[in-house]
């Protein structure tokens, strides 16, 4: 496909946390110039070390850019970034298509919608998946919902960040998208994790198991990429636990409203929260074999 992009002028990104500063890092040759803005204006440093810029505050990027890149924690957050006083959409320029990649509430993504084409921009809501290990290798899988026009329009820098990139239908269909994708990776974490302690109670060799059975049935992305760290006690953050709450949340919401139960994500959504009331929120998502550690009373994780 043609690159669009050269027409658009300077991109800007808002968020550059543990996945944003990755995903921002890999469109920068597509970027003239990146503008960056992070809370922790720390953390925006090694994009600057790659010739981006860094603003003060997001109405800066508003004022200099006409595509904007936003992934940051809370629904919260992004309400304040687009809506706040120093926010996105009363700065904006006509014609600015804004991304949101934090996965947030489709509902959200609706009304930013709604509010950038009164003023002459579009937005498309974007959520990704791939973990850290995904927005380092520019690997992610990209869930997009909006028009097609604009979504064409983005696809040369999704296609920079990911190995996926599907416009899943209008404003907010990205959104669901990612709650399908969270709802799977809830039950496939509980999965792996209650074999991994079956495993050690039974005096398994845990790297044979996972190689083993990661060749049969078994196998997927969480048995390939955070069975490894549970068995080297590495729980450092690909994805938080407080962020993951905070996506059950949303599902569990959205699917209350439509009418759903949805008892196994209800199940793993409360043991995670045990582990972020035991102070462990800001651990990775493969910390689940500790709650259910825990729950057992085996002592087989610290």
Same mark, same amino acid.
């Given at each position: 496909?043609?690159?669009?992009?050269?027409?658009?002028?300077?991109?800007?990104?808002?968020?550059?946390?543990?996945?944003?500063?990755?995903?921002?890092?890999?469109?920068?040759?597509?970027?003239?110039?990146?503008?960056?803005?992070?809370?922790?204006?720390?953390?925006?440093?090694?994009?600057?070390?790659?010739?981006?810029?860094?603003?003060?505050?997001?109405?800066?990027?508003?004022?200099?850019?006409?595509?904007?890149?936003?992934?940051?924690?809370?629904?919260?957050?992004?309400? +304040? $970034?687009?809506? &706040?006083?120093? %926010?996105?959409? =009363? !700065?904006?320029?006509?014609?600015?298509?804004?991304?949101?990649?934090? /996965?947030?509430?489709?509902?959200?993504?609706?009304?930013?919608?709604?509010?950038?084409?009164?003023?002459?921009?579009?937005?498309?809501?974007?959520?990704?998946?791939?973990?850290?290990?995904?927005?380092?290798?520019?690997?992610?899988?990209?869930?997009?919902?909006?028009?097609?026009?604009?979504?064409?329009?983005?696809?040369?820098?999704?296609?920079?960040?990911?190995?996926? +990139? $599907?416009?899943? &239908?209008?404003? %907010?269909?990205? =959104? !669901?998208?990612?709650?399908?994708?969270?709802?799977?990776?809830?039950? /496939?974490?509980?999965?792996?994790?209650?074999?991994?302690?079956?495993?050690?109670?039974?005096?398994?060799?845990?790297?044979?198991?996972?190689?083993?059975?990661?060749?049969?049935?078994?196998?997927?992305?969480?048995?390939?990429?955070?069975?490894?760290?549970?068995?080297?006690?590495?729980?450092?953050?690909?994805?938080?636990?407080?962020?993951?709450?905070?996506?059950?949340?949303?599902?569990?919401?959205?699917?209350?409203?439509?009418?759903?139960?949805?008892?196994?994500?209800?199940?793993?959504?409360?043991?995670?929260?045990?582990?972020?009331?035991?102070?462990?929120?800001?651990?990775?998502?493969?910390?689940?074999?500790?709650?259910?550690?825990?729950?057992?009373?085996?002592?087989?994780?610290?």
């Amino acid at each position: 496909m043609e690159n669009n992009t050269a027409t658009l002028g300077a991109v800007g990104w808002i968020g550059t946390g543990v996945m944003g500063r990755w995903m921002a890092h890999h469109i920068v040759p597509l970027a003239s110039p990146l503008y960056v803005y992070n809370r922790t204006k720390s953390k925006t440093a090694p994009l600057v070390s790659e010739g981006a810029t860094a603003v003060d505050l997001p109405k800066e990027i508003a004022e200099k850019c006409r595509i904007i890149f936003t992934i940051v924690g809370h629904p919260s957050d992004v309400e +304040a $970034v687009y809506f &706040g006083e120093n %926010g996105l959409l =009363q !700065h904006a320029q006509e014609g600015t298509i804004f991304i949101d990649m934090t /996965t947030t509430k489709p509902s959200l993504a609706i009304e930013i919608n709604k509010a950038a084409k009164k003023i002459g921009c579009d937005s498309i809501d974007a959520p990704v998946s791939g973990g850290d290990v995904g927005a380092r290798n520019g690997q992610l899988s990209i869930m997009a919902g909006g028009t097609k026009e604009s979504f064409e329009k983005i696809l040369p820098f999704f296609q920079e960040m990911g190995k996926s +990139a $599907v416009l899943q &239908g209008p404003a %907010g269909s990205g =959104q !669901h998208t990612k709650m399908c994708n969270q709802i799977v990776i809830a039950g /496939t974490m509980i999965g792996v994790s209650e074999s991994l302690l079956y495993a050690r109670k039974a005096g398994l060799d845990g790297e044979t198991l996972v190689q083993t059975i990661g060749k049969g049935a078994a196998g997927c992305w969480t048995l390939d990429n955070l069975a490894p760290r549970v068995l080297k006690d590495d729980f450092k953050p690909g994805f938080m636990i407080d962020h993951f709450i905070k996506d059950m949340g949303i599902a569990l919401e959205e699917s209350k409203n439509m009418g759903l139960a949805l008892p196994g994500l209800a199940l793993v959504q409360q043991l995670y929260i045990a582990l972020q009331g035991a102070g462990e929120g800001s651990n990775g998502t493969q910390a689940l074999v500790k709650a259910l550690d825990r729950l057992n009373s085996t002592h087989l994780w610290n």
